[in-house]
C-alpha cells in the first residue's frame, strides 16, 4: 500500500490551526489569575513565622499548624456548616421560588409585565450597603438575628432577582407547543410543566443554581452584620479568625483552602452540566 | 370517532376579531380542511376545538357531547403542532407511549399499542432514537404517530407538512390521506396550502378575515367557488380576474374590457339573468385551462395579445399574455402548443372558452354566474 502517499487527500478535515501566539495570551491569562491564589494556598501550608517574613518564601517545609489552629481552636467546621446549610436551603428556595415567578413572566401576559421584569432587576442593581441598616433593624426586631433562618431568608430574597432573569430568558426559548401538545394528550398544566417543560429546563435550571450557590456561599457584607456566633458562616469567619491586630497570612491561607476547596471541586464536577445550561438557546438555532 | 359541531363561534383579541361566526358541522370519518392565508384565523379556530384557546363565544359540540369551555384533557382529541412539539428529551417511543402513559394504561398494552403505530408509520428503526436524531420526515411521521396512537375522538392537524420539501409531502399526501380513511376517525387539517387541502380533503372550509367563506367538498370549491376569493385562491395558477362591462353589441350581450371583447354563452346569460346586468361593470373570472392559444385569429380565439411571458412546467406550458391592459395566463397541454411562438412579445391570440366563465360582484367579491360547465354536488344527485 505504498500508493497510498499519491491518493488524493480528502479536503474534508481543513488543517487545524496552530497559532502559537493564542497559548501565549491564554498562559498570560491562566498566570495571573492563578498565581496569586497559588501564593495564598501555600501559605496557609506554612507555619506562623514562615508566612509573615518580610521577604516571600516559595520552598518551605509544609505544617499544618493554620488547619489545626481554625479547626480545632477556633472550630470553624461550624462555620463551614452553617455555610452549607444557608447556601444550599436559599439556593433551593431561590429557585423553586424564582423558576415559578420566571414562567409566569415569559408565557403569561399581563398587564405590567415589563414593569415587573424591570422592577425585578433594579432590585439587583441596588447596593447591599444601601440597605444594611434597614435589613439590620428588620432583623433586630423579627429576632433573626445570628439565625441560620435569617441569612436564609436574606440570601433567597437577594438571588431571585438573578434567577428570575435568568430562567425568564430560558423559558421564552421552550415553545409552548410542548406544554400544549403535552395538556392535549391528557395532562393537567402542572403536570405538564412538571414531566415536559421542568426536564427541558433542567440544564438551565442546574447551571443557575450552582450560580446562586457561589453567590450565596461567597456572600460577606451581610453575613457580617447579621451574624456574630452562632450563624456565621465561612466568609466573616475567615476574616475574624485572620486579621486581628496582625494578618495571620498562615491561618488567612489555609482559610482560604478551607473555602475555595468545596467550589473547586463542585464545578469541576459539575462543569458539564453549567456549559451546556448556560449554553441553551445559544448554540441551537 | 365522533362528529364535530360548531355553532356560531366567536374569538376576540382584544379588539380584533380573530374568528367571526364560524358555523361546521363535520361527519364522523370525515377529512375537513381549514384553508386560508395566514392570519384567516384558521389556526384559531383548530386551537379552539383542542382547548388551547377559549372562544369569545358560540358552541362546540364533539361526539354531541358540549366541550366548549373545557380544559384540553378532557376533550380527547389528538394533535399534531406545526413544528411537531416532540419531547426532545425522551425518546421516540417515550413520545409515543406519552399520552398512553398519562392515562395510566399497562407497560404491554402500551408497548404493544406504540409498537403496531410504529409499524403503521414506518418508524420503527428510530424508536429507541431522540428527536434531535431524526429527519424531518421522520419528526412528522412520529408526531403523526403519537396522535393516532390514541383512541382519540377528533385528530387536530396544525399545518403539519410546512416543514417537509416538496418531494416528500407528495408522498405524505397520499400517505396521510390513506391512513385517515383507514382509521376512520374525524381529522380537521389547518393548512394554507391549496394544493393539500384539494388533494386530500373530503370537504374545505374556506376562511378569510375570521370569516367562512364556503364550506364545500373540494370539486364545488374548484367549480362553483362562492366568492373572487375562493376562485383565485383555489388552483395554480390562480384564476384570471379582470374589470369588464357589460354590454349589447348589436343586438348581442358580450363582456367588455377597453381593448377587447368576450363572447358569452346565451344559454347561461339566461340562467344567471345576464341581461339585467348590461352596463354595470362586474369581473369577469376564467381559469388559465380555459383559455386557449393560437397564432391565428380564427375559431373562437378572437383576443390579440402580446406574450408577455413563456413558462414551460414540463407537460404544460404557462403563456403571460397581455391583452391591452389586461395581463392573463394561460395553461395548455405542451403537444397542443409546441407549434407556437415562444419568444417575448410574439403576436398570439387568445380564445376563451364560454362555458367556463364566471362573474363577480366587483366590491363584496360574490359570484354573481357560477360557469356554465360547472354542476353542484346536488344537481349530480
Given amino acids: ?285 | 370517532m365522533a362528529e364535530l359541531e360548531i355553532n356560531s363561534l366567536m374569538k376576540q383579541f382584544g379588539a380584533f376579531q380573530a374568528v367571526n361566526d364560524v358555523n361546521i358541522t363535520v361527519n364522523n370519518g370525515e377529512f375537513v380542511f381549514l384553508l386560508g392565508p395566514s392570519g384567516c384565523g384558521k389556526t384559531t379556530t383548530l386551537r379552539m376545538i383542542a382547548g388551547l384557546e377559549m372562544p369569545s363565544s358560540g358552541r362546540i359540540a364533539i361526539g354531541g357531547r358540549n366541550v366548549t369551555f373545557l380544559r384540553p384533557r378532557h376533550r380527547n382529541v389528538g394533535m399534531v403542532f406545526q413544528d411537531y412539539g416532540l419531547y426532545r428529551h425522551l425518546t421516540v417511543f417515550g413520545n409515543i407511549a406519552y399520552p398512553l402513559e398519562v392515562r395510566r394504561l399497562q407497560r404491554a398494552e402500551i408497548a404493544r399499542k406504540v409498537s403496531a403505530v410504529a409499524r403503521t408509520m414506518q418508524i420503527t428503526e428510530v424508536l429507541q432514537r431522540k428527536p434531535d436524531q431524526l429527519s424531518a420526515g421522520q419528526l412528522q411521521r412520529v408526531a403523526i404517530a403519537r396522535m393516532l396512537v390514541r383512541d382519540a375522538d377528533v385528530f387536530l392537524m396544525d399545518e403539519p407538512m410546512s416543514h417537509l420539501d416538496a418531494q416528500l409531502r407528495g408522498q405524505m399526501r397520499a400517505e396521510l390521506r390513506h391512513i385517515q380513511k383507514s382509521v376512520g376517525v374525524t381529522t380537521i387539517f389547518v393548512t394554507h396550502d391549496q394544493l393539500e387541502a384539494m388533494t386530500m380533503a373530503d370537504r374545505i372550509i374556506v376562511m378569510k378575515d375570521g370569516e367562512m367563506l364556503q364550506f364545500a367538498t373540494p370539486r364545488e370549491i374548484f367549480e362553483r367557488p362562492a366568492t373572487e376569493f375562493v376562485a383565485t385562491f383555489v388552483g395554480e395558477p390562480q384564476m384570471n380576474v379582470f374589470d369588464v362591462r357589460i354590454t349589447r353589441i348589436q343586438g348581442k350581450i358580450a363582456a367588455m374590457t377597453e381593448d377587447f371583447v368576450i363572447p358569452l354563452d346565451a344559454r347561461w346569460m339566461q340562467e344567471n339573468g345576464v341581461e339585467n346586468l348590461v352596463g354595470q361593470g362586474v369581473r369577469l373570472g376564467v381559469r388559465p385551462e380555459h383559455i386557449s392559444v393560437s397564432d391565428r385569429a380564427e375559431g373562437g380565439h378572437g383576443v390579440a395579445a402580446e406574450l408577455y411571458s413563456f413558462e414551460p412546467t414540463g407537460a404544460e406550458n404557462l403563456y403571460v399574455l397581455k391583452c391591452g391592459g389586461v395581463t392573463i395566463t394561460t395553461r395548455s397541454s405542451t403537444t397542443e402548443t409546441a407549434h407556437l411562438a415562444k419568444g417575448e412579445g410574439s403576436r398570439l391570440y387568445a380564445g376563451f372558452d364560454p362555458n367556463w366563465i364566471y362573474l363577480f360582484e366587483p366590491g363584496s367579491g360574490r359570484t354573481i354566474a357560477q360557469a356554465a360547465a360547472s354542476r353542484s354536488e346536488n344537481e349530480e344527485m
Fill in chain 1, 1 to 285: 500500500m505504498k500508493k497510498l502517499s499519491s491518493m488524493p487527500e480528502s479536503p474534508s478535515a481543513p488543517p487545524a490551526q496552530r497559532n502559537w501566539w493564542v497559548y501565549v495570551v491564554l498562559i498570560l491569562v491562566c498566570v495571573v489569575n492563578f498565581l496569586p491564589y497559588l501564593r495564598v494556598v501555600m501559605a496557609g501550608f506554612m507555619d506562623g513565622a514562615t508566612s509573615s517574613s518580610a521577604t516571600p518564601i516559595w520552598f518551605f517545609s509544609p505544617s499544618l499548624e493554620a488547619f489545626d489552629y481554625l479547626i480545632f481552636e477556633k472550630g470553624i467546621m461550624k462555620n463551614f456548616f452553617n455555610s452549607v446549610v444557608v447556601s444550599l436551603a436559599s439556593t433551593f428556595f431561590s429557585v423553586t421560588i424564582g423558576m415559578f415567578c420566571a414562567y409566569a413572566l415569559a408565557r403569561y401576559d399581563f398587564p405590567g409585565r415589563d414593569d415587573v421584569s424591570f422592577w425585578v432587576l433594579t432590585n439587583r442593581m441596588m447596593p447591599p450597603v444601601a440597605v444594611l441598616i434597614p435589613i439590620f433593624v428588620t432583623f433586630q426586631t423579627a429576632g433573626l438575628l445570628d439565625t441560620l433562618l435569617g441569612l436564609i431568608i436574606l440570601y433567597t430574597a437577594m438571588q431571585l432577582p438573578f434567577v428570575v432573569w435568568m430562567l425568564t430568558g430560558y423559558f421564552r426559548d421552550i415553545p409552548r407547543r410542548y406544554e400544549e401538545s403535552a395538556m392535549v394528550d391528557g395532562d393537567t398544566w402542572f403536570a405538564a410543566f412538571r414531566k415536559v417543560t421542568l426536564p427541558i429546563m433542567a440544564p438551565s435550571i442546574t447551571a443557575t443554581a450552582i450560580f446562586v450557590m457561589i453567590l450565596s456561599w461567597n456572600e460577606f457584607a451581610f453575613a457580617t452584620f447579621l451574624t456574630s456566633n452562632q450563624a456565621k458562616t465561612m466568609p466573616p469567619a475567615i476574616m475574624a479568625y485572620s486579621i486581628g491586630a496582625d494578618i495571620k497570612w498562615n491561618v488567612l491561607g489555609a482559610a482560604v483552602v478551607l473555602i475555595t476547596a468545596p467550589l473547586i471541586l463542585f464545578v469541576l464536577l459539575l462543569q458539564r452540566q453549567l456549559i451546556s445550561g448556560l449554553s441553551q438557546g445559544v448554540v441551537r438555532k
